[in-house]
């Protein structure tokens, strides 16, 4: 299936909070919507599971118009929404039904991701005596109790220690292996990055950046380089690279291990080397800078663009 979201606007009163607002993503692929807070990612969910109307665009699947009601959807909301009271089991198994699941495959689901989630002897006990990854763990299960073909996960990590994560992780994975759609948004970059082949930064409203998350580290790692030294400290060697080599690079910024360094127009990197090799450096790193996401987030959407 391919999902695709065109020019969708969306105003409350004369306040228009979504301008146009594109992005797709396939079966099998998981796709990273991203933003600062209030930037409209949650808004644009919602119209995608049809809690809002749209004012203008279109959803489409494999392109047609998408109709929520014929798909399964899963989604797990960054505020969670249980049943506190209410024993895990019992409310598990009334998502599913309400989902339309046959009551013994519902209670069958139930026991599956409880146990895939490694939370089944909390099957009978109340949702508020959980501890925090516990609870949130529960909150996945019931996500995915009707074995949803889009499953959309609102900061998925959030209260998971590291051994709870890696199990998040497996999961995320099983799910993008298995065919299904998946949408996570999250402001922990290292999990996007696991994930997600696309992304679509969403900034006030807009998508200031799209497409293959490969593609725009490569765009963003263009022409910069990476270098440290043994003989020098960061500081030093940001001033000696500024005092000998100004003609060829400019350090772009001090990193905790490394400088980042903007080659000049016509230079190559073979020429910095070789600059580098007659200097007094001694080289402990060298080589093409590679932006992490959250580098490329922050260029995106930091403090000049908020």
């Known amino acids: 299936m391919l999902l695709e979201v065109k020019g969708i606007e969306k105003s409350f ?23 600062r807070n209030g930037a409209g990612k949650t808004t644009t969910i919602r119209i995608l599971m049809d809690v809002f109307r749209a004012n203008a665009g279109e959803i489409l699947i494999d392109g047609k118009p998408f109709v929520s009601k014929d798909y399964s959807i899963g989604y797990l909301p960054e505020e969670r929404g249980l049943y506190p009271k209410k024993k895990v089991s019992d409310q598990m198994a009334y998502l599913a039904r309400l989902r339309g699941v046959p009551k013994n ?27 925090k990854g516990n609870q949130q763990k529960v909150q996945l299960a019931s996500t995915l109790v009707a074995d949803p073909e889009i499953v959309i996960l609102d900061e998925p990590f959030s209260g998971l220690d590291p051994v709870n994560s890696q199990i998040l992780k497996d999961v995320v994975n099983e799910l993008i292996q298995d065919g299904r759609i998946v ?21 006030h409203g807009e998508v200031v950046l799209s497409g293959r998350l490969k593609e725009k580290k490569k765009e963003f790692g263009q022409n910069r380089l ?63 800078y590679e932006p992490s996401l959250n580098d490329i987030f922050v260029a995106k959407v930091g403090d000049d663009n908020a």
Request: glycine share 6%; aromatic share 8%; charged share 25%.
């Open 105 to 131: 495959q519902a209670m069958a689901n139930v026991d599956r991701w409880l146990e895939r989630l490694e939370i089944t002897e909390y099957k009978n006990q109340k949702l508020e005596t959980l501890s």
């Open 13 to 35: 009163g004369e306040t228009e909070v979504l301008h146009g607002i594109s992005f797709s993503v396939e079966s099998g692929t998981a796709l990273g919507l991203l933003g």
């Open 183 to 203: 949408i996570f948004s999250s402001h922990q970059m290292s999990y996007v990055e696991e994930f997600c082949d696309n992304i679509a930064v969403i900034n």
């Open 226 to 288: 990476v270098l440290s030294a043994e003989n020098y400290s960061l500081p030093e060697l940001k001033n000696l690279l500024d005092e000998q080599m100004g003609d060829v690079v400019k350090v772009d910024r001090v990193k905790k291990d490394y400088l980042i360094m903007e080659m000049n127009k016509y230079v190559t990197k073979e020429r910095v080397l070789g600059r580098i090799l007659n200097s007094t450096i001694k080289i402990e790193q060298f080589g093409i």
